[in-house]
């Protein structure tokens, strides 16, 4: 049997059984999700024909998304890190699963990097985030012994007269949330954001910074998560 999306096979509200007078039809036809995983480094998309000869993205494994900063109507691709909250099920959060709707932390580099060559105000510092899976190459030299790395200090570009006039116009009307700023100078490097796209039907994991008081019951839910754990 195959999967239908009919109500043939319900009942009615009353609790009577609804005589099935036909068979399956093909626009009643339903499919198994598509479970998208978050998956470092690989990216894994197929094509399913639907009805009319269209096509669906069925994405299987994803690792970035093209996420929007709204109050600074800026968007930038970036890594997904970490899927840390899902209201429907925390297995969903166990197995990294990529829905429409859950809460994911993505790297914060991106937009840091923007806001300072926007405003010319630095947030934090540039971190390099580890995730899981990620095997950083150690440098060796002739020998075979590990290199030892200098610490460099970041270095800011030279600024012209021209970029100052530019920020100081900018920013008479900057405006940064504060739990917005704390997650830039936490030193974790990471942000939360929603998922708004559909993976399993787009090939996507587009969303949105979270902000505002929508950051604030987003937080205070991880938060409360984490003390269980």
Not at 47 to 67: E, I, Q, S, Y
Request: net charge positive; charged share 35%; with cysteine.
């Amino acid at each position: 049997m195959g999967i239908t999306r009919s109500r043939m096979h319900k009942k009615k509200h009353t609790g009577a059984k609804i005589h099935i007078h036909q068979k399956k039809r093909k626009f009643e036809l339903g499919r198994i999700p598509a479970n998208t995983k978050l998956a470092f480094g690989e990216r894994r998309v197929r094509p399913v024909r639907t009805m009319g000869g269209h096509k669906k993205w069925r994405a299987l494994r994803l690792d970035t998304g093209n996420f929007s900063w709204g109050s600074e109507g800026v968007t930038r691709r970036v890594h997904i890190l970490d899927v840390v909250y899902n209201s429907t099920n925390n297995e969903l959060v166990r197995t990294k699963t990529l829905v429409k709707g859950c809460i994911v932390a993505i790297d914060a580099n991106p937009f840091r990097t923007w806001y300072y060559k926007h405003y010319g105000v630095q947030l934090g510092r540039h971190i390099v985030v580890k995730r899981k899976g990620m095997v950083l190459k150690k440098k060796k030299d002739s020998k075979g012994a590990p290199v030892k790395k200098k610490k460099k200090e970041f270095k800011k570009p030279k600024v012209t007269k021209t970029m100052l006039r530019k920020w100081a116009k900018r920013s008479k009307d900057r405006q940064l949330d504060d739990d917005l700023k704390a997650q830039f100078r936490n030193g974790t490097g990471k942000l939360l954001a929603q998922i708004s796209s559909r993976p399993g039907q787009v090939g996507r994991a587009d969303g949105y910074i979270l902000e505002g008081k929508e950051l604030e019951f987003y937080q205070k839910k991880v938060d409360k998560k984490k003390k269980k754990v």
